[in-house]
């Protein structure tokens, strides 16, 4: 029966639905562990029909334990697993997929701590084009601004850089919020809709 719990989870590493929903799909129904002078029993037949569902609970079960070892199949629970281990702290506001970029960020950090090291650790917790990075050598200031689109990778954006970003160092994290020139496609009709606080810091379509 193990082979066969092996086989399950390995098939719903190439499926599209949910680990444990896959897992316990693929496991199999009870009868087809039944050697071959007992699958025509019809009591048995009849036995095994009832514990079927209870079956199905537990490799369901099986296949979430499985997921939830790991940061990119984890649900809530896993999640909050590993940012107690990692001592993160997860705003109730970031989504899942926000949670497991804060967490992946936090297990690819590798010392030293260069500008070329920085970049990529920003673009592991920022998708692409939605920061920008500039260090000011003359002053030793590093500014880094993020989109409207990211911002919800600014918590751990700020923590990344007070932990990696040289003591010699001011850091300067900012928002980029709408201006004039973003602004200047909306009619004011169309801009009566949102509020000022959205006009300034939402993503507007």
């Not at 990692?86 to 109730?92: K, N, S, T, V």
Request: aromatic share 8%; with cysteine.
């Amino acid at each position: 029966m193990s082979d066969r719990l092996v086989e399950a989870y390995n098939a719903n590493e190439n499926g599209s639905s949910g680990p444990a929903e896959s897992f316990a799909a693929n496991a199999g129904v009870l009868a087809g562990y039944l050697p071959d002078f007992l699958v025509n029993i019809r009591d048995l037949g009849q036995v095994l029909q009832v514990e079927q569902p209870y079956f199905q609970q537990a490799w369901q079960a099986v296949g979430q334990a499985l997921a939830e070892q790991y940061i990119l199949g984890a649900g809530e629970w896993g999640l909050g697993r590993w940012e107690q281990l990692l001592h993160l702290e997860a705003p109730e506001s970031l989504s899942l997929d926000e949670r497991r970029q804060a967490l992946l960020l936090r297990l690819n950090e590798q010392l030293p701590f260069t500008v070329i090291r920085l970049r990529e650790l920003l673009a592991a917790a920022a998708p692409a084009g939605q920061y920008t990075m500039v260090l000011d050598e003359k002053n030793y200031v590093l500014h880094v601004y993020i989109t409207l689109a990211a911002k919800g990778c600014l918590p751990a954006l700020r923590a990344l850089l007070q932990r990696v970003a040289p003591a010699n160092l001011s850091l300067h994290l900012q928002l980029m919020f709408n201006t004039h020139g973003k602004l200047a496609k909306f009619t004011h009709q169309q801009l009566s809709q949102w509020s000022c606080w959205a006009i300034r810091e939402e993503v507007l379509d």
